[in-house]
């Protein structure tokens, strides 16, 4: 129960994934008006805490320590159902999904439930038809950023159109494979 409506409509949007909230200098969206103010912050310049294996800085060192843990290979969270390790004891909290096939975030279009909020919010697009990620080289949209990824590795390549039976010879190919300009 909620005392006040803003407080449910916040709450709703942890199972739809709506984010109406946009940072103007990244794009990235927020559930809320104070995360996205909170976010801000990430495009301050200050980050005194330096990683002294690969310069990286962070604003704080919290931050630093988890990251840390890329270079050292430390996993310190282990999950009790199946021994595996993690660096961060969010991640340890999302994999524990894996074994109790909890699904936490629902479509309310489908009622199709997933594991992440994040997969949800992409699921979301074939229903709203929304295509964020556009090709800058010919305009074409996609609803991932890794259908948009694939789409650009095309426009470094080019199609063989030649039916010369020779070609193989001259390219190490048969007609109709890719191969780089």
């Known amino acids: 129960i909620f005392r006040r409506n803003c407080d449910l409509l916040v709450h709703q949007r942890t199972h739809t994934g709506e984010r109406p909230?946009?940072?103007?200098?990244?794009?990235?969206?927020?559930?809320?008006?104070s995360s996205?103010?909170?976010?801000?912050?990430?495009?301050r310049e200050e980050r005194p805490f330096q990683c002294p294996d690969c310069g990286k800085g962070f604003k704080h060192n919290c931050n630093l320590v988890i990251h840390r843990r890329i270079h050292t290979g430390e996993r310190p969270y282990?999950?009790?159902?199946?021994?595996?390790?993690?660096?961060?004891?969010?991640?340890?909290?999302?994999?524990?999904?894996?074994?109790?096939?909890?699904?936490?975030?629902?479509c309310p279009d489908c009622g199709k439930g997933f594991k992440q909020n994040s997969t949800l919010v992409t699921h979301r697009r074939i229903h709203t038809g929304e295509r964020p990620y556009e090709c800058p080289q010919c305009g074409k949209s996609f609803s991932q950023n890794s259908n948009l990824?694939?789409?650009?590795?095309?426009?470094?390549?080019?199609?063989c159109s030649s039916s010369?039976?020779?070609?193989?010879?001259?390219?190490?190919?048969?007609?109709g494979h890719s191969h780089f300009l």
């Open 164 to 175: 010369i039976p020779h070609w193989r010879r001259h390219f190490g190919h048969s007609p």
């Open 149 to 159: 990824t694939k789409h650009q590795q095309r426009h470094r390549f080019v199609r």
């Open 21 to 33: 909230y946009e940072c103007s200098k990244c794009g990235k969206r927020f559930p809320t008006s």
């Open 36 to 43: 996205l103010l909170r976010h801000y912050q990430s495009h």
């Open 78 to 106: 282990e999950c009790d159902k199946c021994r595996k390790m993690f660096n961060s004891s969010s991640i340890l909290l999302r994999h524990y999904r894996i074994h109790t096939e909890e699904r936490p975030f629902r």
